[in-house]
């Protein structure tokens, strides 16, 4: 370190320590950096620093799908919907330890496009992941497992309030222990065969590779794919339609607690999406995490008005919970490209997906699809609008940048900046992938757990309320003296 960049160091921590501590610290800093091990374990710990702080940032993504649903719902049914919440973390922690890690990323003996082969349990651990970015790369198993958690919790909004608590577990497995991590392995994975992170030295597809930069496809399609088979198998709640088929109105209990999820969704999501950058430890990477977040906000954002906007002219009244949903909905459009959209790109990614969100909703309400956290809209049908938006207005210096392609060379982009449509025909080809396969093997379980009757409670408990049937009690314990049948009866229980 020079003497000029010692004085500045000195002056930049003087203003949280005291002159003696600012130079002792810089001083160390000095020495450290004088050698390249010393720069070495820099660079690890910052890289570890920082993926594993947006690891957190991730899971924290799950208080806000937990108030989220629970808001969106009747009360009777709140116990069970955040227990739900609670087991989307504990078991598929379990399950992509034992399987789902080694699905999408394992590379051994036979490696292949279509699924991992090694790590399962992360045994060799230590031979396959030691590099001098990223050390022993302990943080790259617990980032992706919060994905997986995601996308597992997905579905619970989609099923709420009349699926059994052991089929919610089956499926849950299933899809962070196999489900989940194909897809992961076809786009994300060293070997894969659709994306464009696979190896250089393989055959990519169309010569491009599908772009999902943070999983609008891989995680949001397959989690909301995922809630789409089971809210059609499950069928819809008591009450949800009339005698004629029209629907009948079951507004959640609390918008309080929508809003506070929907925020604690946003933050988590400045972790999702620059986080995915995976490393910030050269000019290049900070760069793309930066521009990640200001694309991730001015969709949600775009989102926001969208569908607030919408519901205004459709009612004549500002929603809060459209405002809400579009919000997310921009945040899901946007997580396919928002490395490689130019900020206005961004703005129309989350404008237009609010009128994809729209629609789908109208239509799931015309073939009497009972999704009461519209999960299956907002997650599959956007996820796929935004994988097929990065199609179209992919920069290509952008794409240079972001995943260190040679720009002097031909590089794939967004058809509307004079691409060639490689690009667009690799997004289409993920889109449609991913559809029949987390679409087809969730239908062939939930028609299993529908023909052991294990998929639905009964219409007693159904009407009880899952908190009270299932759960021995209530999340709001409104005690005045009654005893438990009065209570439940006042209740509306």
């Given at each position: 370190m020079s003497d000029d960049a010692l004085a500045l160091c000195i002056s930049t921590l003087s203003g949280t320590f005291d002159s003696a501590q600012a130079s002792a610290l810089c001083n160390q800093f000095a020495g450290a950096s004088s050698t390249s091990a010393g720069m070495n374990d820099i660079v690890v710990g910052l890289n570890t620093l920082y993926l594993t702080s947006?690891?957190?940032?991730?899971?924290?993504?799950?208080?806000?799908?937990?108030?989220?649903?629970?808001?969106?719902?009747?009360?009777?049914n709140t116990m069970?919907?955040?227990?739900?919440?609670?087991?989307?973390?504990?078991?598929?922690?379990?399950?992509?330890?034992?399987?789902?890690?080694?699905?999408?990323?394992?590379?051994?003996?036979?490696?292949?496009?279509?699924?991992?082969?090694?790590?399962?349990?992360?045994?060799?651990?230590?031979?396959?992941?030691?590099?001098?970015?990223?050390?022993?790369?302990?943080?790259?198993?617990?980032?992706q497992w919060a994905f997986a958690a995601t996308a597992t919790t997905i579905p619970a909004g989609a099923?709420?309030?009349?699926?059994?608590?052991?089929?919610?577990?089956?499926?849950?497995?299933?899809?962070?222990?196999?489900?989940?991590?194909?897809?992961?392995?076809?786009?994300?994975?060293?070997?894969?065969?659709?994306?464009?992170?696979?190896?250089?030295?393989?055959?990519?597809?169309?010569?491009?590779?599908?772009?999902?930069?943070?999983?609008?496809?891989?995680?949001?399609?397959?989690?909301?794919?995922?809630?789409?088979?089971?809210?059609?198998?499950?069928?819809?709640?008591m009450g949800r339609f009339d005698s004629n088929?029209?629907?009948v109105e079951m507004p959640g209990h609390s918008a309080t607690l929508v809003v506070l999820g929907t925020v604690l969704l946003w933050f988590g999501w400045y972790g999702f999406n620059p986080g995915s950058q995976l490393l910030i430890s050269t000019q290049a990477n900070a760069s793309v995490v930066g521009r990640a977040a200001?694309?991730?906000t001015l969709s949600g954002a775009a989102g926001c008005l969208s569908c607030l906007l919408t519901a205004f002219f459709r009612h004549k009244a500002w929603d809060l919970l459209a405002g809400c949903n579009g919000a997310l909905v921009g945040f899901v459009c946007v997580t396919a490209g928002a490395n490689v959209l130019e900020p206005w790109a961004a703005l129309l990614c989350g404008l237009t997906g609010g009128w994809v969100f729209d629609f789908v909703c109208w239509v799931f309400l015309k073939l009497r699809i009972d999704d009461p956290l519209s999960a299956a809209p907002m997650h599959a049908f956007c996820g796929a609008w935004g994988v097929f938006f990065v199609g179209l207005l992919a920069k290509r210096e952008y794409v240079c940048a972001s995943y260190a392609k040679d720009c002097a060379e031909w590089v794939p982009h967004?058809?509307?900046y004079?691409?060639?449509?490689?690009?667009?025909?690799?997004?289409?080809?993920?889109?449609?992938?991913?559809?029949?396969?987390?679409?087809?093997?969730?239908?062939?379980?939930?028609?299993?757990?529908?023909?052991?009757?294990?998929?639905?409670?009964?219409a007693e408990e159904e009407q009880a309320g899952l908190d009270v049937s299932k759960h021995g009690g209530s999340a709001y314990n409104y005690d005045h003296g009654l005893g438990k049948p009065e209570k439940a009866q006042a209740l509306g229980l």
């Open positions: 947006c690891g957190a940032l991730v899971f924290v993504m799950h208080a806000g799908f937990a108030m989220l649903c629970a808001g969106a719902i009747r009360s009777k069970n919907i955040l227990l739900q919440t609670v087991m989307d973390a504990a078991v598929s922690a379990i399950a992509f330890y034992i399987l789902g890690y080694g699905f999408a990323y394992g590379s051994g003996n036979k490696p292949n496009g279509f699924i991992g082969d090694a790590l399962f349990g992360m045994s060799r651990w230590y031979s396959k992941n030691n590099n001098d970015l990223v050390g022993e790369g302990w943080q790259n198993w617990f980032f099923v709420a309030e009349r699926l059994n608590f052991n089929a919610y577990l089956i499926y849950s497995f299933f899809i962070s222990a196999f489900v989940y991590p194909v897809v992961v392995h076809w786009v994300w994975g060293a070997e894969g065969w659709l994306g464009m992170l696979r190896n250089p030295a393989l055959t990519h597809l169309f010569r491009s590779g599908m772009i999902d930069f943070a999983g609008s496809g891989v995680v949001h399609m397959t989690g909301g794919l995922a809630g789409l088979a089971g809210c059609i198998m499950v069928g819809p709640r088929g029209n629907p200001v694309t991730t967004g058809l509307f004079e691409g060639d449509g490689r690009l667009l025909a690799s997004q289409v080809i993920g889109i449609i992938c991913i559809f029949t396969w987390v679409f087809g093997l969730m239908s062939m379980l939930f028609a299993v757990l529908k023909v052991c009757k294990i998929l639905r409670i009964s």
